[in-house]
């Protein structure tokens, strides 16, 4: 009797040091998650008590407060491309309205023709338009930054997407006396993607060789063992090496004073939405003709 009282009372004491070992060690742990709120560091949550029990614990809080900092660290650099954005594409805001503005006192004058007062609003109309697309582009372009654009994962045909968004753009090729020279596989090209996504890639990029483009226009899409090939090509007399290698960079542009009729996001826009839908873009310049191509895989 009094050798099962002994072992009693010896359990009931190591079971009192394990629940005490184990209070000192949530306590620790707290006081360290305490220590951690709000801070910058990379500590982490350590077994300050040697107590092994609650290893699985610690490593787990651990990876939740990696995973977490992540985010942050990821938010606030998402913050910061957004504030230099909304910076360097303030004087292309500025620059239309301005022009806007300059033609809207213009027509308060009486002495005006009826030919000048249309062309005085078809100006103000085109910088109206101009403003839109920029804010457009930079609202567009924050949500992809922040991921905030969800991209649906359906089959489409690439072929119809790219000659629909070519045929809204013969308009602007005749503005500009030129016709494009376009070739495009006769069959079905069947895809995995976002219909909006791939619509504002080969708008983004046609857009673009219309605003630095000087002529010479041509685009292809075209069956390759690799997948499917879109290339727009044009030429680029002021054009270097240098330049094709930024021109998926943000605000990157040609345009010297930032006329405001170019955001420089386009082409940023476009070279996210491939990657993130799977394909590859690039861009290069060979006897001063620009060229950039667009692959995406086959639908399986």
Do not use: C, W
């Not at 069956?223 to 002021?238: C, I, R, V, W």
């Not at 993130?276 to 873009?281: A, K, L, N, T, Y």
């Amino acid at each position: 009797m009094l050798l099962i009282i002994i072992i009693e009372t010896i359990l009931i004491i190591l079971m009192a040091v394990y629940i005490v070992r184990g209070i000192v060690s949530l306590k620790a742990m707290r006081k360290q998650l305490q220590a951690l709120k709000g801070t910058k560091t990379n500590a982490v949550v350590r077994n300050v008590t040697g107590n092994g029990t609650y290893d699985g614990l610690i490593n787990d809080m651990n990876e939740l407060i990696v995973e977490d900092k992540k985010r942050i660290e990821d938010v606030e650099r998402s913050m910061v491309s957004i504030r230099e954005t909304i910076s360097e594409l303030s004087h292309d805001l500025r620059t239309p309205l301005t022009s806007a503005g300059g033609y809207a006192e213009m027509l308060r004058s009486i002495s005006l023709t009826d030919e000048e007062k249309a062309r005085y609003l078809d100006v103000i109309i085109e910088r109206q338009n101009t403003t839109n697309m920029i804010i457009n582009q930079l609202y567009y372009y924050s949500r992809l930054k922040t991921d905030s654009v969800t991209l649906e994962n359906e089959e489409l045909d690439l072929r119809k997407i790219v000659t629909s968004v070519i045929a809204l753009y013969y308009v602007d090729f005749e503005k500009q006396k030129t016709e494009p020279e376009v070739d495009i596989d006769e069959k079905k090209m069947p895809v995995i993607g976002d219909k909006d996504g791939l619509t504002r890639i080969f708008s983004n990029i046609i857009s673009n060789a219309l605003s630095h483009g000087e002529g010479s226009y041509s685009m292809s899409l075209k069956y390759t063992d690799e997948g499917y090939l879109f290339t727009m090509a044009n030429h680029a007399s002021k054009m270097t090496k240098e330049d094709a290698e930024k021109v998926f960079e943000r605000y990157f542009t040609k345009d010297p004073v930032r006329t405001g009729s170019n955001s420089g996001l386009g082409l940023t826009i476009s070279k996210t939405l491939t990657e993130r839908m799977g394909g590859r873009i690039s861009a290069g310049l060979e006897n001063q003709i620009f060229r950039i191509e667009v692959l995406f895989n086959k639908a399986s």
